[in-house]
């Protein structure tokens, strides 16, 4: 599985970002892709998931701000990012996720200026 991710940036607070990543390679139907982000010197924390199905998932940090969004024919899911804070500063990296277990993009750097 290959990921491929785009949109990341530097944006000020209060700004807007969308983030893509469109996955290749041995895909199966039932499966998530979202989204996780690590800032410097913290852990990878989850920021949004959906399923096939549609369902999704999301921290409670970024409810109400971001929405994540899939096109299950292209394989891609998308992360619209409204009103960002200096604190969503992190690299993002997407994510696949079927019975095989967790596959990663290389991440790419969102910066939120103050």
């Known amino acids: 599985v290959q990921l491929v991710e785009s949109g990341g940036g530097l944006v000020q607070a209060g700004g807007s970002l969308r983030l893509s990543c469109a996955a290749s390679?041995?895909?199966?139907?039932?499966?998530?892709m979202g989204w996780y982000r690590q800032a410097p010197g913290k852990q990878r924390d989850l920021v949004a998931t959906?399923?096939?199905?549609?369902?999704?998932n999301y921290a409670d940090s970024v409810k109400g701000r971001f929405t994540i969004s899939r096109d299950n024919a292209k394989n891609t899911v998308s992360l619209q990012m409204n009103k960002l804070k200096p604190e969503d500063t992190a690299a993002y990296y997407c994510?696949?996720?079927?019975?095989?277990?967790?596959?990663w993009g290389q991440g790419t750097q969102v910066t939120v200026s103050s």
């Open positions: 390679g041995s895909l199966f139907s039932i499966n998530a």
């Open positions: 959906i399923t096939n199905g549609g369902g999704t």
């Open positions: 994510i696949y996720r079927d019975w095989r277990g967790d596959y």
